[in-house]
């Protein structure tokens, strides 16, 4: 049997009038990771949050933070968000003039990096970069927003970049991320997934977040 589910909480979904409440319940229901959705209102349409909203969190949990920047040319900000305590940093290739050169900034601002790739963008865009990076994040929805539904179409992205990893020996992660639900988790999963990261469909789960997470490590 494989390892259960790593499960990444992505708290754009949260209540942000009880932040530390609900960075409580990520922990007490298992998830594995905070994931932290920054938006620029340039790459993606919206505006979300950034380094002082990671600063109020951090010593709240121990969890792993993985920072996903759907920001353009993120390496500008890869000193802020490795001072404020990011542990992944996690950037689009689609946002990168110099994708290797961000890589680098992220190594040395000694954070762990990871690289994103949009629903429309081929994986050949980033299969050199499995010996370099730490996580390989396969967007299934559009970013920008939370709520949306899955788009299978993708997931077989997954098992080429996981096949591009076993030919250069790297065991790198492999992220999914837009409309990860219970109900899909397992279709997540055999396309060869590790990690799957979830908004609305774990804090809205009917029936809490501790059963969702339970249910998905259960697969
Ligand atoms: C979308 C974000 C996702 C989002 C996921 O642009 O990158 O992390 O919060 O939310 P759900 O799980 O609700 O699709
Ligand atoms: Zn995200």
Request: aromatic residues 6%; hydrophobic residues 45%.
């Given at each position: 049997?494989?390892?259960?589910?790593?499960?990444?909480a992505s708290i754009l979904?949260a209540?942000?009038?009880?932040?530390?409440?609900q960075?409580?319940?990520?922990?007490?229901?298992?998830?594995?990771?905070i994931?932290f959705?920054?938006?620029?209102?340039?790459?993606?349409?919206?505006?979300?949050?950034?380094?002082?909203?990671?600063?109020?969190?951090?010593?709240?949990?121990?969890?792993?933070?993985?920072?996903?920047?759907?920001?353009?040319?993120?390496?500008?900000?890869?000193?802020?968000?490795?001072?404020?305590?990011?542990?992944?940093?996690?950037?689009?290739?689609?946002?990168?003039?110099?994708?290797?050169?961000?890589?680098?900034?992220?190594?040395?601002?000694?954070?762990?990096?990871?690289?994103?790739?949009?629903?429309?963008?081929?994986?050949?865009?980033?299969?050199?970069?499995?010996?370099?990076?730490?996580?390989?994040?396969?967007?299934?929805?559009?970013?920008?927003?939370?709520?949306?539904?899955?788009?299978?179409?993708?997931?077989?992205?997954?098992?080429?970049?996981?096949?591009?990893?076993?030919?250069?020996?790297?065991?790198?992660?492999?992220?999914?991320?837009?409309?990860?639900?219970?109900?899909?988790?397992?279709?997540?999963?055999?396309?060869?997934?590790?990690?799957?990261?979830?908004?609305?469909?774990?804090?809205?789960?009917?029936?809490?977040?501790?059963?969702?997470?339970?249910?998905?490590?259960?697969?």
């Amino acid at each position: 049997m494989s390892a259960p589910a790593r499960i990444s909480a992505s708290i754009l979904a949260a209540d942000f009038a009880r932040l530390g409440d609900q960075i409580q319940l990520v922990e007490e229901s298992g998830c594995d990771e905070i994931h932290f959705d920054v938006m620029d209102g340039h790459f993606v349409p919206a505006i979300s949050f950034g380094v002082v909203v990671l600063e109020s969190i951090r010593d709240l949990t121990s969890l792993p933070i993985d920072v996903h920047m759907m920001v353009t040319e993120p390496g500008r900000f890869a000193v802020q968000f490795a001072d404020a305590g990011a542990d992944i940093f996690t950037v689009h290739a689609e946002a990168c003039s110099d994708l290797s050169a961000t890589v680098a900034d992220i190594v040395e601002g000694g954070m762990r990096p990871g690289i994103s790739i949009n629903p429309s963008t081929e994986t050949s865009a980033v299969n050199r970069y499995t010996a370099s990076v730490d996580r390989f994040l396969v967007m299934s929805v559009e970013p920008g927003f939370g709520g949306q539904s899955l788009m299978p179409e993708v997931l077989p992205k997954i098992e080429e970049l996981r096949s591009a990893a076993r030919h250069s020996g790297s065991e790198i992660e492999i992220a999914v991320d837009g409309g990860v639900k219970v109900e899909n988790s397992a279709a997540v999963l055999s396309a060869g997934a590790d990690t799957l990261i979830s908004g609305t469909g774990i804090f809205n789960y009917p029936d809490g977040m501790a059963a969702a997470v339970r249910q998905i490590k259960s697969l």
